[in-house]
C-alpha cells in the first residue's frame, strides 16, 4: 500500500508564508505526477498545483500563480508546496496526490490514485 501524509498546515496572517510537505512511503510504485489540491468548507475539492515526475515540469491553478511553488526532493520521497503572500480565501485543507497511472490532465480530482489525509492551512485576516 502507498501511504502520502502531509506536514506543516497551521495558522497564519494573510501575507504569511507556510511550507507544506508531502512523503510518500509503502510499497514501490510509479509515479507520473504529483499533486496539490484543497478544499474549503462548503465547497468541491479544488486543483491548486501539480509536478510530472519525468521532466519536473509544473502546473499551477491561476488562483495561486505568483504565490505558490511546488517542488520534490527524491532523496527524501517528499515534495512540497511553498505559499507565500497568503489571503483568507486561501483557507482550506489542503492534499497531496499520486498519479501512479500516466493522464494527460493533471488538474482533475479523479487523475489521482492516492491521497494523503489532509492538512488544515488558516489564513487570518
Known amino acids: 500500500q502507498v501511504q502520502l501524509v502531509e506536514f506543516g498546515g497551521g495558522l497564519v496572517q494573510a501575507g504569511g508564508s507556510l511550507r507544506l510537505s508531502c512523503k510518500a512511503s509503502g510499497r514501490t510504485f510509479s509515479r507520473y505526477a504529483m499533486g496539490w489540491f484543497r478544499q474549503a468548507p462548503g465547497k468541491e475539492r479544488e486543483f491548486v498545483a501539480a509536478?510530472?515526475?519525468?521532466?519536473?515540469?509544473?502546473d499551477y491553478a491561476d488562483s495561486i500563480k505568483g504565490r505558490f511553488s511546488m517542488s520534490r526532493d527524491d532523496a527524501k520521497n517528499t515534495v512540497y508546496l511553498q505559499m507565500d503572500s497568503l489571503k483568507p480565501e486561501d483557507t482550506a485543507v489542503y492534499y497531496c496526490?499520486?498519479?501512479?497511472?500516466?493522464?494527460?490532465?493533471?488538474?482533475?480530482?479523479?487523475?489521482?490514485?492516492?491521497w494523503g489525509q489532509g492538512t488544515q492551512v488558516t489564513v487570518s485576516s
Open positions: 496526490a499520486a498519479q501512479t497511472v500516466f493522464r494527460v490532465l493533471l488538474d482533475v480530482v479523479g487523475n489521482y490514485d492516492y
Open positions: 509536478i510530472r515526475w519525468s521532466d519536473s515540469t509544473t
